[in-house]
């Protein structure tokens, strides 16, 4: 019998020596880098890792390189710490706020923007603090779109999520609400049909997931989305662009037409912000825009994502299209929403 998803959490690898039992991995070496930025993997994803250079050992495995200093590198790019009026609550944009309910999450992503904090004590999310950011977002009637992210608030139980949405739900102000995750990629089995009914009962909900590489599309992970947008549930995509892992145009394009064909909408291809131990995930930008122009003739404008910089220093995503952004030697400028140049060190 299959272990339920609890159990599949509970029992994650997240002791180094654990995967030198399946890969030839230093234990000491990859200790060093979890004990910045914590290790954990489902063991749903270590049956599907062939090798630590595959596209999911990659993104999953610690490496050294985590450790690297790097000038460009910013512990938190996006400025959200000042942006924060309440405590795990991020409001940068006026009709839009980010709710952090949960510090962990079922894998920890290593290019993840939040690799400053999430698995990290600074990270640890009370009840008290999630009922402190929906009183916020209350005296806030501009904010008519909530999103709730983390960490992965998968991780919480289904009456926890059902109480905050419900508490969301009562504020008439806010409109819709998003729910960040990327459960159907490390842990297909947390979508549940319990879970997918719930999340019907409280519409506009859009699921925001995240694949990377085609070979995350297993026969579980499409089963877990296809649950989702039977139950009335849109469901988007993130990717973020990675180096060595899924910049590839052919590659994009096989990943980006078959989430379409399951009713998954493509919505942004993230350039990799500038966070502090990913410098070896981050293409050029000019890379980027080479990939999305092969894209955009073959695929389907319906399953081309936008391709966006999350502008450093919390001045909002921007397009990488020629209005926006314009070369200077080896450099790049990007014109943020008010129409300011931001300096970003990489063309
Ligand atoms: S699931 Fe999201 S929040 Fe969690 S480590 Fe991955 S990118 Fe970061």
Redesign the pocket.
Known sequence: MMESWLAQHKNSITDPHQLAEHFAVHAGELAQVAQRYPLRLTTYLLKRITQPSDPLGQQFIPQLAELNNDVAQLVDPLNEELLSPVPHLVHRYPQRVLLLVAG????????????RK??CEDMAVSFGDILKGIDYIADHPEVNEVIL????PLTMSDRLLEDILKRLQRIAHVEVVRI???AP??LPARITPALCEMFGRYQPLYFLT?FNHPAELTVEAIEACRQLVNAGVPVVNQT?LLRGVNDDATLLHKLFYSLHRLRIRPYYLHQMDLTCGTGHFRTRLEDGITIMDQLRGPLSGLAVPTYIVDLPGGHGKVPVTPDYVQRLGAQAQLRAADGTLIDYPQW
């Open positions: 962990s999450c079922f894998s920890y992503c290593r290019f993840c923007t939040r690799k999430v698995g992210s983390g960490g992965d960040g995750s990327r990629v490390v995240h973020v």
